[in-house]
């Protein structure tokens, strides 16, 4: 490869690789401080109802005693699969709500997407370091 060739060639992985970085920028990071704090209130008012303290869900309850087609609140905390999304799609879920069950509503009339965005920063403070490091696609290279 002649040098021009070779810097060339530099120049399209660095850039590859910056870029590719950008696309999950939503991974691996703490969430911001200030955001947390204003999504923690939000999701005390509106989503704690369901989803429980600190994310932690409702109890499973058994299907000889619950209703035809209820469905149960997941865990938002880590120990469910809600970091398997991205933040971007976390926001479109929130923002739109449940297809399967009209027990998770689209909160589209009620939150702002700002408002819902630091509402995922609150839930990704209920993660990890490893799990925040293994968000959204990257969830399926990873050991846990
Ligand atoms: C009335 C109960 C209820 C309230 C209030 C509620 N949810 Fe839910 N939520 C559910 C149920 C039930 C599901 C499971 C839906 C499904 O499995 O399709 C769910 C699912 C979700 C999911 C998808 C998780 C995943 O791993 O796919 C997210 C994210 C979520 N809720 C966030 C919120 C947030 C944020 C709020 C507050 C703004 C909220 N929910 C308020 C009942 C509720």
């Keep these: ?16 690789i910056t870029f590719a970085g950008l696309a999950h920028a939503e991974t691996g990071k703490a969430p911001d401080a200030k955001a947390v704090a204003v999504g923690k209130k939000l999701y005390i008012k509106h989503c704690q109802v369901c989803h429980q303290k600190d ?7 058994s299907v000889y005693i619950r209703l035809p087609g209820f469905v149960t609140a997941i865990p938002l905390n880590e120990s469910s699969h809600a970091w398997h999304h991205g933040d971007k799609q976390l926001v479109k879920i929130i923002l ?3 297809r399967r069950t009209k027990r998770m509503p689209a909160w589209k009339d009620t ?10 920063a609150y ?8 799990v925040l490091a293994c968000q959204g696609p990257k969830h399926m290279d990873c050991k846990r």
């Excluded at 490869?1 to 660095?14: A, P």
């Excluded at 994310?55 to 309850?61: A, D, F, K, L």
């Excluded at 939150?111 to 995922?120: A, D, G, M, P």
């Design 55 to 61: 994310g932690v869900g409702e109890q499973p309850i």
């Design 123 to 130: 839930i990704k403070s209920l993660w990890s370091p490893e």
């Design 111 to 120: 939150l702002s997407e700002e408002q819902v965005k630091n509402i995922v």
């Design 1 to 16: 490869m002649s040098n021009k060739k070779t810097l060339l060639y530099i120049i399209i992985s660095l850039l590859t």
């Design 96 to 98: 739109s709500g449940s």
